[in-house]
């Protein structure tokens, strides 16, 4: 397994490039989300190496989709330059606060359909330019009230429907904990369509350790079914960054007791 680290909240003191060489310096892959806000250059000059990407700008699976996909190959030609492999994918687009610009509480058929038609263009997509589009499951209890497809079963549902290589699954297990649990046996269930997956522990969104999951469990869980991709931690330090990134490191690479 390659390990990587969310640069947006880790050495959060830091100027954002100098919170990627931090990364990149510790030995870890590095995500990122929005390019918009960032200095491309900056990033591409400190040679860290990409894990993932925010895949679009704005719109939704379900309306503005040709927005949707105007933005994502705004977003391709990022990634391109960054060597980022993966952009990620959620059912609409979030505000700063993480919150759905235009919430869905209920979602129809016809909404799935649109949806899954949606991604088949965005799979198509990443397939010409040579990159993976992920679709992010998302927690509607606490942090993401109204994103409509925000269950892990709900992704994992329309990427076995749409079927293509260029659209996997980014399986946020803080995310799944919270909506849904019984970790393993999702992760079994996902395992085909596994592009990444991301980390951090509930209740307090921190590192490994400080909450309510084994991650040692899960990940001799994942080292069992032979799972040789990214996993990403995506999480607030508990008590300094330092301490945050060891602990992530232990949790996936010492054996489980």
């Not at 100098?18 to 591409?44: C, N």
């Not at 429907?161 to 849904?180: N, T, W």
């Not at 522990?201 to 040789?228: H, K, Q, S």
Request: charged share 20%; proline share 4%; glycine share 8%.
């Amino acid at each position: 397994m390659r390990l990587a680290v969310c640069a947006e909240l880790m050495f959060v003191d830091l100027p954002f490039a100098e919170r990627v060489e931090r990364i990149d310096a510790a030995g870890f892959d590095v995500e990122i989300w929005t390019w918009m806000s960032k200095d491309i250059a900056a990033l591409k000059k400190t040679g860290a190496v990409f894990s993932s990407m925010t895949g679009y700008v704005g719109g939704s699976l379900t309306h503005e989709q040709d927005r949707l996909l105007v933005t994502a190959e705004q977003s391709v030609h990022v990634a391109l330059e960054l060597g980022c492999p993966r952009l990620n994918l959620h059912g609409t687009e979030l505000r700063l606060d993480g919150l759905p610009v235009t919430p869905a509480y209920e979602v129809t058929g016809a909404m799935w359909l649109t949806a899954a038609r949606t991604l088949e263009r965005l799979a198509k997509l990443g397939e010409r330019y040579g990159v993976m589009f992920v679709l992010e499951n998302l927690n509607t209890e606490v942090n993401h009230p109204g994103v409509p497809f925000g269950k892990a079963a709900d992704t994992l549902a329309l990427v076995e429907a749409v079927g293509h290589p260029h659209l996997r699954l980014m399986l946020d297990l803080y995310q799944a904990q919270i909506g849904e649990g019984n970790l393993i046996e999702l992760i079994r269930k996902a395992f085909p369509y596994l592009g990444e997956i991301q980390v951090a522990d509930v209740p307090t969104r921190c590192e490994p350790g400080t909450g309510e999951i084994n991650y040692p469990m899960i990940a001799a869980a994942l080292r069992e079914l032979g799972y040789d991709g990214t996993v990403g931690l995506e999480a607030f330090a508990s008590a300094g960054t330092d301490l945050a990134l060891r602990r992530f490191r232990d949790a996936f690479t010492k054996e489980a007791i």
